[in-house]
Nanobody
């Protein structure tokens, strides 16, 4: 099983980034997919999630209206489009896949929002 995040980097406040998580080794379409983030000295927090059937999405209040999660089952990929980025969005962003007792994590990608 592999989950590989990409797309992080340094961006100015107000800027945009698109994160991608390419997965392999499991039946992607059966798994709920999640993006978490962890800032230095803080607990890991759930940012966004997307279900399997119908692609129902949920977002943390802090990112609603700015972040959009999407999935491509044909490519086994989940993405996170981030706009209007703020310094408080600075964190390592992790991709997570869950189904029943399966719980898989990527290694994360750093997002830094700074002028």
């Amino acid at each position: 099983v592999q989950l590989v995040e990409s797309g992080g980097g340094l961006v100015q406040p107000g800027g945009s980034l698109r994160l991608a998580c390419v997965t392999s080794g499991f039946t992607f379409s059966s798994y709920g997919m999640f993006w978490y983030r962890q800032a230095p000295g803080k607990a890991r927090e759930l940012v966004a999630s997307i279900g399997t059937v119908g692609g129902i999405t949920h977002y943390a209040d802090s990112v609603k209206g700015r972040f959009t999660i999407s999935r491509d089952n044909a490519k086994s990929t989940v993405s996170l489009q981030m706009i209007s980025l703020k310094p408080e969005d600075t964190a390592v962003y992790y991709c997570n896949a869950r189904y029943l007792t399966d719980n898989y994590w990527g290694r994360g990608t750093q997002v830094t929002v700074s002028s």
